[in-house]
């Protein structure tokens, strides 16, 4: 083989990971033509096939299985080097990649990611908007934000605050409130079914698009606090307690938490989170109208 082939390995370790190779142009961000002739490329250069296709999939050959740990092992020292040299940069220039899900974004911090970006002017912040799991070693973020009950044991960082859940409705919901009550499903385990009588009338993918119902008068249904009390067309449905449920993390590799612009980042996250722990925890006493809410996180 020649020198340079790791991207030719790292698709092979891709399609290997997602079982096909549409699958594996997906999570790489490239096109499904890159991916197959990158993999030829490869099987030219070593002289034989290393997948083979059958019902379940792209599946391993004979030596498909034998460079499989040989390409992980060749990953894991390149991903070793990166972060190794991340960490030795040592200027407030340059571009630090940030990983957090939406909603958090949206309902929550989007002011204060923009304060550190006019604080620190010269980071270039390139925003990674995902619920799905970030490999910190890799460097596919450099900072994440996690809404989990389980961080990953060779993380760096803090838990942030506990996120419950509330049930929330429109304004004009609660003042015309049918008689039997319409459901917001929210597509996650603890929202997904009605927790008191009530039809489900429509079904979201993620928490704005369930809000975002809800806010329309369409029914009710539960949302992190972070994202419920911060919107001041929605309140709280006052005869149900707080449901707990998830902890939010603030994380990056141990091996880059020395980065200037890392530690920028978590320490003003840091702050951050601290200032908002009792939004996010729905300890707002009373739970004052949106609208006081809202200046109130305007102020912080």
């Not at 249904?221 to 419920?228: F, N, S």
Request: glycine content about 6%; hydrophobic content about 40%.
């Amino acid at each position: 083989m020649h020198q340079g082939n790791w991207d030719n390995l790292r698709i092979f370790l891709s399609v290997t990971r997602s079982g096909s190779i549409r699958a594996a142009a997906k999570a790489l961000g490239i096109t499904h033509a890159t991916v197959s002739r990158r993999l030829k490329v490869l099987e030219d250069e070593l002289g034989n096939p290393l997948f083979e296709r059958k019902r379940e999939g792209q599946c391993l050959t004979q030596l498909g299985q034998r460079i499989l740990p040989l390409a992980e092992s060749v990953e894991e020292h390149f991903s070793e080097i990166d972060r190794l040299a991340f960490s030795a940069d040592t200027g407030l220039a340059g571009t630090i990649k940030l990983s957090l899900c939406e909603s958090l974004y949206s309902g929550l911090l989007h002011t204060h990611i923009q304060d550190f970006m006019q604080r620190y002017p010269r980071i270039e912040l390139d925003l990674i908007a995902t619920k799905s799991l970030i490999n910190l070693a890799q460097r596919e973020a450099d900072v994440v934000i996690r809404i989990t009950r389980n961080p990953p044991e060779t993380a760096y960082g803090r838990k942030m605050a506990d996120s419950p859940l509330a049930l929330y409705a429109s304004k004009p919901y609660l003042t015309r409130r049918p008689i039997e009550d319409r459901w917001i499903s929210l597509d996650y385990p603890p929202a997904r079914k009605p927790i008191l009588p009530a039809t489900v009338v429509a079904r979201a993918s993620s928490p704005n698009l369930a809000a975002q119902l809800i806010r329309s008068g369409r029914g009710m249904g539960l949302l992190p606090c972070y994202l419920g009390d911060t919107d001041p067309e929605l309140e709280r449905v006052p005869e149900v307690e707080l449901i707990h449920d998830m902890q939010i993390w603030v994380l990056t590799h141990e091996d880059i938490k020395i980065n200037p612009r890392v530690r920028a980042l978590m320490d003003h996250l840091y702050q951050v989170f601290d200032e908002c722990r009792p939004i996010i925890e729905g300890k707002k006493s009373g739970i004052r109208s949106g609208i006081d809410q809202q200046a109130e996180l305007l102020a912080i």
